[in-house]
């Protein structure tokens, strides 16, 4: 009997070690899984997309209507600098005659406001043939990044806002702008030629009305 109690006590003590030991694993496991639990980033709340947005793209049709309303655009603001200088010449043409009102145009202007055209149309005047040539083609040049391949391109914008400020003044413009439009096409050649404006000198212009 003392035997078999201490071989029931050993086997009671072993069996007690083997479960307490099954427990401690088993309460490390779960401790182990809990702090896994508490630290594992939220990842799941984000998710990353391997597609990226494609760029859209223009059709031929859409990039030929861009490039459309983007030379009748410039077209007419060229439109709009001949016309003002159109007006001054005008306005210069009739005190050069002595006149106060063109009766052609029902244009009707007081004797300063005439000198002040003829001033404004001079060579240093701000709608002056080399002003208003300059003031076009440095659009052109910054339009076009200063490229010479592109200037046919412009050449053919500017001549379309010529004629249509020459339309809105009944077919002709007054010699200044006529002027300024040769002056212009003068710098586009020598820009085609020289692959550049630096070098160009303006050759001062006779302004006759």
Not at 20 to 42: F, I, L, N
């Amino acid at each position: 009997m003392v035997v078999s109690s201490v071989a029931t006590k050993s086997y009671n003590a072993a069996e007690l070690a083997s479960l307490s030991s099954v427990k401690k694993a088993d309460a490390s496991v779960k401790t182990d899984a809990s702090a896994a639990e508490v630290k594992k980033p939220d990842v799941d709340t984000f998710v990353k997309s391997s597609d990226t947005p494609e760029t859209k793209k223009l059709s031929a049709d859409q990039i030929r209507s861009y490039q459309e309303q983007r030379e009748q655009s410039f077209s007419k603001m060229i439109n709009d600098i001949v016309s003002s200088q159109a007006n001054q010449g005008k306005k210069a043409q009739l005190q050069k005659k002595g006149l106060t009102k063109d009766f052609f145009t029902d244009l009707v202007v007081t004797p300063e406001q005439q000198l002040a055209a003829q001033q404004a149309i001079g060579e240093d005047g701000e709608w002056g043939v080399n002003a208003v040539a300059t003031r076009i083609v440095d659009m052109c040049v910054a339009l076009s990044g200063g490229d010479p391949a592109k200037v046919e391109e412009l050449r053919a914008a500017v001549d379309k806002g010529f004629e249509q400020a020459m339309g809105q003044w009944g077919g002709a413009l007054p010699s200044i702008c006529d002027q300024t439009h040769d002056e212009i096409n003068k710098r586009f050649d020598y820009w085609k030629e020289n692959g550049g404006l630096d070098g160009y000198e303006y050759q001062k212009a006779s302004v006759e009305e």
